[in-house]
């Protein structure tokens, strides 16, 4: 199965700058990546669906214009959270899966604003 | 109504019990049913991965999959600690497309 790579694993920013988060898949070419969003002791939630060389795909309710995704390769798709808040703060979570194969999941990002 | 349905917990049990965990859902398209494990501060690990109804074992674990009750279940025999963690229900239609998932079920096995 694919090995996912996500890189930091947790950051602190302060308000109104901005973080980018790596994801990688080390195992796998992926033409497609998900993001996904987990607030503590709830699920995760999904943000938008990444894909290479086109534009990503949004969840009803989430900001394409704050939250960038970025899938230049296949093998690595970017997330920048732009100028960050508190309510930002959460756990950031990348997946990757093949075709007829289950999603894997990096190992999260925290990500913290102050 | 929620798509996934899961107990939330938190579900406690002595070392060496069997535990039952279980999901309902009630989209009928769902055909592709996981079973992640997610420790504290950690990304989910994908524990069981089945398709359509039936049932699947793997070491001390065993998921059932029962499409005509939309009834989804995870077994953990002899349970060890190490098995503390949150567990998450997650189904597609589709291999892999995006997750459904449930809430979570927080399990912690007492020495």
């Known amino acids: ?114 | 109504q929620k798509e996934v349905e899961q107990d939330p917990g938190p579900l406690s049990v002595p070392e060496g019990a069997i535990v039952s965990l279980n999901c309902t859902y009630s989209n009928s398209a769902f055909q592709y049913f996981m079973w992640y494990r997610q420790y504290s501060r950690k990304g989910p690990e994908l524990l069981m991965y089945t398709y359509s109804s039936g049932n699947k074992e793997d070491g001390r674990f065993t998921a059932q999959v029962d499409k005509s009750s939309k009834y989804i279940s995870l077994f953990i025999r002899d349970s060890q600690p190490s098995d503390s963690a949150t567990y998450l229900c997650a189904m597609t239609p589709f291999g892999n497309e995006k997750l459904t998932f449930g809430t979570g079920t927080r399990l912690t096995i007492i020495p």
């Open chain 1, 1 to 114: 199965g694919a090995v996912v790579s996500q890189h930091p694993s947790w950051v602190i920013c302060k308000s109104g700058t901005s973080v980018k988060i790596e994801c990688r898949s080390l195992d796998f070419q992926a033409t497609t990546m998900f993001w996904y969003r987990q607030f503590p002791k709830q699920s995760l939630m999904l943000m938008a669906t990444s894909n290479e060389g086109s534009k990503a795909t949004y969840e009803q309710g989430v900001e394409k214009d704050k939250f960038l995704i970025n899938h230049a390769s296949l093998t690595l798709s970017t997330l920048t959270v732009t100028s960050a808040h508190p309510e930002d703060s959460s756990f950031y979570i990348c997946s990757v899966g093949g075709i007829d194969s289950p999603l894997h999941f990096g190992n999260g990002t925290r990500l913290t604003v102050t």
